[in-house]
């Protein structure tokens, strides 16, 4: 069959003030696509009868597959649930299963179980229960006239739960669909338009069902080939074709060959060329260190790191020297270098980046303007250094300070025989 | 007159496919909800011609106001300009201004200026050029039959500079609505249905147009507060008369009257009673630090932190001492009080937090099971230490010690007189 066009409705009010960042349809949007279904639009909607309704009528006109999150928990505010009742019909009734689970979870917490509670495990008559282990709040799976209504709750990790349990295998059965396959390059260092420039001739002779995609970040360019069609080997070897030809286009600035982050291709690096690594963070706080360690095994190559928030920790503990204090101050060449040689001899590690800066609001008359940050790498035969001056806010210069950072350290290692 | 509705539309495909997640429409949604502008619906769309039509025609039906962000890049995936252009007509012409902004951009970078980077400075002419300081692609602000439509562009930060710039001060002079007010209220160690059984009472006395939200997070519940009306005054005085009644009935578990996130209540709470922190963590890999350090100012509290994630920093900078951790491992009661009391003493600070634990996914044999952290605070005239097992996933299970590490420090510093 052709390809399924599919919807995803979020609900609550807190996505439409701007309380919580919407990171469910990011992840489900992922996941439909890697099985080939083709998500046409995501709409959030407040918890409100009306607007909900009128979302769930207008997706359903074009879309075979609606995903609903949100609205499915205990309190007064949530009304997905009646809401599908009305829409679908039937009745209520109580799930045994859910009923049991739900009873486990409260008696396991030594909790008392109130009404409300035990209310989470009725469900409509007219849905198949989707079965939620980590939560109270069941999934539910409607189907009206061939198309399909699954509503889930809106706590992310529940929610990812029912998915890869319930939903994704069921999809899977039911659904065959042409092949979507994606290739992305990571590039750093230049811009879009100058890549655009570069690999001008290979993006006009692109086939129609290829595109190309520029996803700009903090100094770097993704750029992600997409394709779609029925053969699946012949079509992700057309792919690799082209994204291998722009490689070669660009092969000073290609760092990794899939959608990967920084930190993913630091692991392999490292890995590779058996180095290790640690950390002097002042200014970025601890958020570097934290970037490196969210890949699993990244013990093997970083040792750890030290976050030298106040001046007596750059001194007592990483021994940078009173006068350099003194005479350069904290955010300066001179300080940023002692932090690296110091974080590289208390952690015993071969490379040690230092950051220092200053990421505002608040600046000081006598030191550098709001945005400057020093980093060093130090290493046995090399130490380098570099001053960036950012001007954005606080949250943005430590994100930007973060990604030149581990730039910094993907230099040393690139660097490495 | 009454209040105006708006719609966000995002446009990119690396929306649809799961690639980046959306933050721009929840900054733009907390801004427009400040001015009393309801946003009724965000919804995104891919990169293609008419999905991007059928969205416009469909959100200009209810709303007053549609804000559009992406795809006005300088590459050929960015078609909202053109777009726009067909949409509301005229013709293309090139802004003095922006083109001279484009020019010192890539000027002030030392970069060659491309033939579609002077493409950049080109807008319809039935549009009000709304003027990026931080980038090369301009805002526009279309009208048509009294209704208002936006493009932005989709990198975050040029975003919000043009809505702070441009946008932002020219709604507010256009117009004059109902006021929307919110208070929120903070708890902890308690679930939403305790919580919402507590306070049945008030909920139930609530007014129609006062609304009760219950938002749960990791070991917390933030109750809103919701309330829209003509009189500022008279609606902030009522809604803050029902806050305050809830908050009598909660008493032991609130932690804020406002919404702020544990960080900004460690903060204040540390300012407050005078103390120092310091952290060790292994797990949580600097992500503790990363999160006291978003506070402006929290240098005044927050000295620093060792990142000790392989063993020999847990040994070497914090003094664990070899038989503990091989007597009782790495992640267990007594080589916890052994890292807090170590970093107390290395940072030398009134109290230390330490975390060690196994996230996953790989276990050891020998080991606790994967989701057990071991966590202590050590200060000078005691040291409180607890057991966690999470049952998540490798980021989940970080996420879910990092709050439960601020609560631990919450608990430290609320007992301080």
Known sequence: MSNIAASIITIGDELLIGQTIDTNSAWIAKQLNQQGIDLRRRVAVGDEWQPIINALDDELKEAQLVIITGGLGPTADDITKPLLLHYFGGAMRTDARVLEHVKGIFAKRNRPMLERNLKQAEVPDTCTVLFNRLGTAPGMWFEREGKIVISLPGVPFEMVAIMEDEVLPRLLDRFESDAIIHHTIVTVGEGESFIAEKIQSIEESLPSHIKLAYLPGAGMVKLRLTGKGSD????????????????????????????????????????LKGKSLGLAESCTGGYIAHHLTQVPGSSAYFKGGIVCYQTSIKENVLGVSTDTIMMSGEVSEATAIELAKGAMKVLDVDCALSVTGLLGPATDEDKEPVGTVWMATASMDKVVSRKFVFHYDRIRNKEM?????????????????
């Not at 300070?401 to 025989?417: C, E, F, P, Q, T």
Request: net charge negative; proline share 2%; no cysteine.
């Open 232 to 271: 699946e080997a012949a079509l992700n070897e057309l792919i690799v074709g082209y994204k291998n030809k722009i490689a070669e286009m660009l092969k000073d600035i290609v760092i990794a060959m899939s959608d990967m982050p920084l930190e993913r291709v630091l692991f392999e690096q490292f890995m």
């Open 401 to 417: 300070a973060v990604s030149m950072g581990m730039l910094m350290i993907y230099k040393y290692i690139s660097d490495v025989n």
